[in-house]
Nanobody, 114 residues
Framework: EVQLVESGGGLVRPGGSLRLSCAASGFAFRWADMKWVRQAPGKGPEWVSRISSDSENIEYADSVKGRFTISRDNAKSTLFLQMNSLKSEDTAVYYC???????RGQGTQVTVSS
């Protein structure tokens, strides 16, 4: 079965950190460019970061640059998002997806609140 399964979300205080994981199965993850997207309550999807299949090319949205780090482990078919210095505006459901959006996970909730 082709799927992406996110994990690692939760409730964290402002300034805290979380590390999201996205486990891939059923397709050739090592050849897939990947991305993280988030959707806050009442808002549309927002692209967060993307990474090429070989990790050579990485991009971030301005809103997370310097605070978030995307990475991947192709041997383990897993995508990561390290989130530091979290702010209340980072509260959202975070999804991993292939760059073309042909495969998307169910999402993991991140809530930043004191």
């Amino acid at each position: 079965e082709v799927q992406l399964v996110e994990s690692g979300g939760g409730l964290v205080r402002p300034g805290g950190s979380l590390r999201l994981s996205c486990a891939a199965s059923g397709f050739a993850f090592r050849w897939a460019d990947m991305k993280w997207v988030r959707q806050a309550p009442g808002k549309g999807p927002e692209w967060v970061s993307r990474i090429s299949s070989d990790s050579e090319n990485i991009e971030y949205a301005d809103s997370v640059k310097g605070r978030f780090t995307i990475s991947r482990d192709n041997a383990k078919s897993t995508l990561f998002l390290q989130m530091n210095s979290l702010k209340s505006e980072d509260t959202a459901v975070y999804y991993c997806a292939t760059r073309s959006d042909t495969i998307r996970g169910q999402g993991t909730q991140v809530t930043v609140s004191s």
